[in-house]
């Protein structure tokens, strides 16, 4: 079934250390999985997206890596800064919707 | 590029009051639109999808005559919510996707804070 979870709700980084968020799924056919952040008061904005035919997605400080065999995915940070504080959401793109998982807030200390 | 506009940002209003928001893709055609409900500290709940020119489709356990969607247009979609009570207060968020979920990531608005007194 449709069911998208993350390993631990918060998480507090020193700044400019490298930040890993967790995520877990359950379904086996899933092939889309997406990572959003949201900050405060804002809808939740795209970080990066991977397809189930790749293990690993880079971005700018960000990268993405997919484990089928798990069903497991994460989004590194590299070099943390103060404004990657929010909450990051990963989620399931099905065909009729996307499926949250349940966030885990990301707080920078100084 | 990919800019969903959502309006208002807040809304204070009394018991009984219907509200509307707006949900609007500004930079290119979204054949579906997402409306999501959000409470504190918790995540993104789905309440309906809506294809342009057709009926929405809600969620199980939304009640579609309390949040009435329309979506007349390929950059336009309204969320009413009819008689709002104060349970009805939340964090409402509009999403839209080019080609649909499944291909392309949905993009965000920045989401209508209702409180209802």
């Known amino acids: 079934g449709e069911s998208v979870g993350l390993h631990l709700p918060t998480l507090s980084v020193q700044e400019g250390d490298n930040s890993i968020i967790n995520c877990a799924y359950s379904?086996?056919?899933?092939?889309?999985f997406i990572w959003y952040k949201q900050e405060s008061g804002k809808g939740p904005q795209f970080i990066i997206d991977?397809?189930?035919?790749?293990d690993k997605r880079q971005g700018q400080r960000v990268t993405v890596l997919l484990n089928k065999t798990v069903k497991h995915l994460s989004l590194q940070i590299a070099a943390t800064q103060p404004g990657d504080s929010a909450v990051y959401f990963c989620?399931?793109?099905?065909?009729?919707?996307?499926?949250f998982g349940q966030g885990t807030r990301l707080t920078i200390n100084p | 590029g990919a800019v969903v506009s959502q309006h208002p940002s807040w809304v204070i209003c009394k018991s009984g009051t219907s509200v509307k928001i707006e949900c609007r893709s500004l930079?290119?055609?979204?054949?579906?639109m997402f409306w999501y409900r959000q409470f504190p500290k918790q995540s993104l709940m789905l309440m309906a999808t809506?294809?342009?020119?057709?009926?929405?489709?809600?969620e199980q356990g939304v009640e579609k005559d309390k949040f009435l969607i329309n979506h007349a247009s390929l950059t336009l979609s309204t969320l009413t919510v009819t008689s709002a009570h104060p349970e009805d207060s939340s964090f409402y968020i509009c999403?839209?996707?080019?080609?649909?979920?499944?291909?392309?990531?949905?993009?965000f608005g920045d989401g209508t804070r209702l409180s209802i007194l």
């Open positions: 930079d290119f055609q979204a054949t579906t």
């Open positions: 809506s294809n342009e020119g057709s009926k929405a489709t809600y």
């Open positions: 999403s839209a996707s080019f080609q649909g979920s499944s291909n392309q990531p949905q993009h």
């Open positions: 991977i397809r189930s035919n790749m």
């Open positions: 989620a399931e793109n099905t065909p009729q919707k996307l499926v």
């Open positions: 379904n086996s056919a899933s092939d889309y």
